[in-house]
């Protein structure tokens, strides 16, 4: 895979001596067992995959060679890069100007665009409608375009699918930039309809079943659904992608129940299933795999408590918060400055979608064991200053740097 050139501030000199040693030692990815660290006090176990993945690279890497490259032009980013508030704000402060925010909002007027301007479409993509107001304005949106291309893989496989007559169901969370952008090129060629969660699947085979009420599908999923939608339909023949940072298990399940109405609705064999249900498989990118299954894991220590690192709107970070809070005291924080003692913690709690101070949060006993890991947008960085802090609560602990170099010996040798 292509290697990329990323700014020395993100990186990390001790992880990633870590992460070599892992990828040495299991080119083929099939060892999900964490890192252990032993401190003597503090004990953590860092996941097998975190950090930047080929999407983010690829974007970082792009969005600091055009500013290195064209020190006379205005710049901006159409929103966010990642999402990740140290990297956000470093473009910011060397003068990037964001356009819209997560949401959508403008922060600045396309009308104030012009063909001079230099416009990065971040990793996530953007919406047709989007792309067509910019070039309006000039702006040609493919000359410094680093949509991931695992999006991009979606795309196509909704394209091809929409193309043979399917409507595509997206899961994903419809307020998301990447959602909106597969919404927008998957409505050009079929009828789209964006669902959340495995809920909203359950009410959507109401309208599968002929069942439901056309104006309350309309109130049901609003928003959601691309003009034109008409359930009685455009739900005979479907087929599902998905928001490239979903829960992998989500999406599977999801897919296997709607598959799994239509069969039953319209009594199919096995060989006819294709008739209404698309085989897209499983449309998650590599990195998102890859972390989710490291976190499972992860998961399997017995430990205190976990620290997920990344930026609060991070959507696969999220759902490694949301995997680790099902089995453990766990903090999702966006910096070493949230673990502000060894007593209290500054973190996001996702279901309140609010910032949250706890206490006591480590507990007082001899030996205490720690689960570490973060998104796919969080440097190694930030993953380096977390775990310094941390065992610095711990005046008898070994330092970081002698601790990883035996580790990275008995490892080598063994």
């Known amino acids: 895979m292509k290697s990329f050139s990323i700014p020395s501030l993100f990186k990390s000199n001790l992880i990633g001596r870590i992460k070599e040693v892992r990828r040495q030692r299991d080119k083929l990815k099939r060892d999900f067992s964490p890192s252990k660290l032993d401190f003597g006090p503090i004990e953590v176990h860092l996941s097998r995959h975190f950090g930047f993945c080929y999407g983010v690279e690829n974007a970082v890497e792009t969005a600091y060679r055009i500013i290195e490259e064209n020190p006379d032009k205005r710049i901006f980013l159409l929103s966010e890069m990642i999402h990740n508030p140290a990297v956000n704000a470093d473009l910011f402060d060397r003068g990037v100007r964001f356009l819209q925010d997560t949401k959508g909002l403008p922060l600045v007027p396309f009308s104030e665009l012009n063909a001079a301007d230099i416009v990065i479409v971040p990793a996530f993509g953007t919406t047709l409608e989007t792309q067509q107001r910019l070039q309006l304005q000039g702006i040609d949106t493919y000359a410094y375009d680093t949509t991931c291309p695992f999006v991009e893989k979606v795309w196509n496989r909704a394209d ?34 964006v669902i959340k969660d495995l809920s909203q699947a359950k009410l959507l085979a109401n309208y599968i079943r002929k069942e439901g009420d056309a104006d309350e599908f309309y109130d049901m999923f609003d928003g959601q659904y691309s003009v034109g939608f ?17 829960l992998a298990t989500d999406t599977q399940e999801i897919g296997e129940y709607l598959r799994d109405v239509l069969v039953e609705f319209y009594q199919l064999s096995p060989d006819q299933v ?102 796919a947008s969080c440097p190694d960085a930030v993953i380096e200053e977390i775990l310094r802090k941390l065992v610095s609560f711990f005046p008898s602990s070994v330092s970081p740097d002698d601790v990883v170099e035996a580790w990275e010996a008995t490892l080598k040798s063994s």
Do not use: W
Not at 176 to 193: C, N, Q, V
Not at 230 to 246: A, E, F, H, S, Y
Not at 277 to 295: K, V
Not at 322 to 334: G, S
């Open 160 to 193: 091809a699918i929409g193309k043979n007559n399917y409507t595509v169901i997206v899961h994903g969370k419809p307020s998301h930039e990447e959602t909106k952008a597969t919404f927008s090129h998957s409505k050009a060629i079929t009828p789209t309809l």
């Open 230 to 246: 008409n359930p009685d339909t455009d739900l005979v023949r479907i087929g599902v992608v998905n928001q490239t940072t979903m």
């Open 274 to 375: 294709t008739e209404h249900f698309a085989d897209t498989r499983d449309t998650l990118c590599y990195a998102t795999n890859d972390n989710q299954s490291a976190t499972y894991g992860l998961l399997e220590v017995e430990a205190d408590f976990a620290l997920v690192a990344g930026g609060y709107n991070s959507s696969n970070t999220a759902h490694l918060v949301d995997l680790c809070a099902e089995k453990l005291p766990t903090y999702f924080i966006k910096s070493a400055d949230q673990l502000v003692s060894n007593r209290e913690v500054i973190h996001f709690n996702n279901r309140k979608k609010a910032e949250v101070n706890s206490v006591d949060y480590i507990p007082k006993k001899e030996k205490i064991v720690v689960l570490l890991t973060c998104g």
